[in-house]
Structures are given as C-alpha cells and as structure tokens.
C-alpha cells in the first residue's frame, strides 16, 4: 500500500537521522552549558563534544556509537489511517534504518542470549500507545535507550511519612552513585505516582518534554529547580569529569496517588539525548517539532 510505504520510509528515515543529529533543543543548551565551564578539562570536553557532533553530520555517522534500544511513544488519533498498520510501519522503520543509517546492533533476545542483528527482538522496538479520541492525527516520540544512559533507572515505593523529602534522597542516591555512568550533562526524569508502574512510565516520558518547560504544578517545578541545584553541586560535570553543571534538565511527571505511598522512578538521558518528535496529519503530510532541519531526501 503506498500510503504504507511512505510512511515506512520517512520513520525509517527520521530514526536513522535521530541518531546522527542531536535535537535543536539539546544543542543549543550544551552550548549554555559550555560557556559557563571556566575548569579546562570540562571546557575541552565539550569541545570535543562539539566537534564530535560535526564530524557526525560530515561523514554521516552516529552522533554516538552506542545508537541504543529503539523506543516510541505514540499519541494515535483513533482517525488516523494508518492506526492499524502502525506496528508494523515503525518495527519495519527499525529495521531499514538499522541496514540504512547504520544503527549498531543492540537487541538481544533475554535467556536465548543472542543479538537478532536487526534491532528488533521481542518487543523491540518498544511501542507505548495513547489513543486520543476524535483525531486522525499520529504524534510520535522516538527515542534512542543507549546502555549507559539507562543503566540509572530505578523504580521504588517508598515507606508512608517518607514524603517528599523521600523523592529528593530517592534521586539524589542514584545521581551520586550512577549519574556519572550515564555520560552527563544528564536529562533527569521523574516519575512521582502512585505505585512503580506508572511511575516508571512517567519518568520516561518526562524525557520527551522539551529542555526549558517546567512541571505546570508549582510546587513541582520547585522540586524540579531544587533537584537540578542540588544535582549541578555533586560536581559530575561533562563526562563525569568534574564542572558547574551535571544537567540538561530535570523534569518531573506525576499523576495522583494512594494517600498512605508515594512510588517514584527515575530514568536518564545523557548529553547524546537522541530522542524526536514527528506528528503526522491524516493526509500523511507531517511537521517535526524537534530538528527544524531534518527533510526527507
Ligand atoms: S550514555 Fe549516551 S553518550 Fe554515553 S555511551 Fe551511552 S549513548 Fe553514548
């Protein structure tokens, strides 16, 4: 079907491109970042980090070696078009892209212990659906889950009284333990709900906001400042390296909760944060919102 094929097409190409560029958002705050390292090493490594995202676009490479697991989060119109081929479009997507790009080879198949060299396996592609009523529009997020940058992520409930108090230790624990494994400056999403499944979700879905917005509740947003302050003073700085700054952002996402718990989780994005978002119209024209200068070729 063409329709099928045209979509097929531009996703595998929009991944593949994902991987290559880092989104608009991004750069521009490494670069905010970068002026204000006054320490050597941290100013010759976003240098090296600057020229490493050059060299990317020239020679059409990687933005980073380790492209990650492949993931999307689909707002889906119930009138898009193409809802029911949907799967199957982005699972195919992954794997043009992967011969097409390339993507490094990064799905293995859990107990088979085996590389499917095509980075899609069971379930991977992960897909996670929102089905918005009345629309025939598709908005998708993708995102590249690389190694290190997920090695961070935990999910807890914690003990009732331990309050928010107990949020901000929950993260600051896996910021001084783990955050330096994760290639900072780091993306830190938040999950605050009521139990681990929804909070895990929501902590990777505050990867996608974009660098700059806050939580629209203000008493979060607050927690959200505190957390980057507190983050900026364990020192990581770029790489691990030590420097001012050890985050891109901290975002937090919660939904309500059981009064007697309070479940929260944590995912990071490094400073190679490939994630994107296209949202398609039911005439499968599209707009991409995260890099005003990806065109389809
Ligand atoms: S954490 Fe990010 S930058 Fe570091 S190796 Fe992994 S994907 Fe690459």
Redesign the pocket.
Known sequence: MENVEKMTAVMASFVGYSGKILPDDVTAKLKELASKENAPLAKTIYETMFKNQELAKELNRPS???T?AIQFFVKCGAKFPLIGELEQILRESVLRATKEAPLRHNSVETFDEYNTGKNVGKDVPSIFWEIVPGSDKCEIDTY?A????TLPGKAGVLMPGMGYEGVVKFVMDIMTSYGLN??PPLVVGVGVATSIDVASLLSKKALFRPLGKHNPNERAAKTEKLLEDGINKIGLGPQGMGGASSVLGVHIENSARHPSVIAVAVNTG???HRRANIVWNGDLSFTVTSHKDYKYE
């Open positions: 980073c070696q380790d990650g590249m690389g190694g290190g940058c994760a290639c490094c400073w190679s």
